[in-house]
């Protein structure tokens, strides 16, 4: 038994598998960047080797189960992703067992907000970069072994209302060389999104946008509005009321 203990300038592997999806690999990416700014720790993601972080995306009830009966993750972890043996959509638990951190969720979001979670902890604010708050370096971060932290969504829909779009348009042509909210843009915005466990966002109509969120989220769901109710009368109505 040791505890999880990681030190300014070392080095460090996550382990994860091949087969995980590009939105978890992503995540993945983005805590290596975010150990770097707290402690200017080397970290990379890898399928092969040994590692200090280990995260794990289980699909079913099924698969959690098989990984109990082969007692490969921490039980105590594994089953707080089930509620009263369902299968609790989105969940996620980081243990530490034997000096290694256990990023483990259902589903792929459920692995992305237990990756997050954890930059969370480290001191990384979601508002890093819209709100430029400072990540305050560390020498040192440790947690005991034994440790676990679970959770799960009590609301399925959970995002991002972008409502000010003229506010937020000027601020993408001035912060993000864009001549309207574009690309760029929505690439903080879900990156926000993901950090506060959110799968949906009501997003403007810029095709490139929708371009983007097919290849780069195409997990989110997405919404969009229209003011043209606005200008239609209902049946017998006056359009000016």
Known sequence: ??????????????????????????????????????LDISASVSSVGSASVIIKTFEDPKEVRVALSCRIFPTEALNSLLFEGKFCKEAFAL?????????????????????YEFSRMLGVSPWHWFADIPVEKRIAFSLPDGFLKADRPSVEYRGIFINDEEELEAWSIAHMGESTIGPKTYEKVFELLDSYEGPYCVESFDPRVVLWLRKNRPAVIRGQLSMDFLLEPAPGGNPST
């Open 1 to 38: 038994m040791s505890d999880l203990v990681f030190k300014n300038n070392c080095k460090i592997n996550i382990f994860l598998s091949d087969d995980e999806t590009a939105a978890v690999k992503r995540a993945a990416n983005d805590l290596c960047t975010d150990l770097s700014k707290v």
């Open 95 to 115: 243990a530490v067992s034997g000096g290694v951190l256990y990023i483990l969720g259902n589903t792929r979001r459920g692995s992305i907000y237990g990756i």
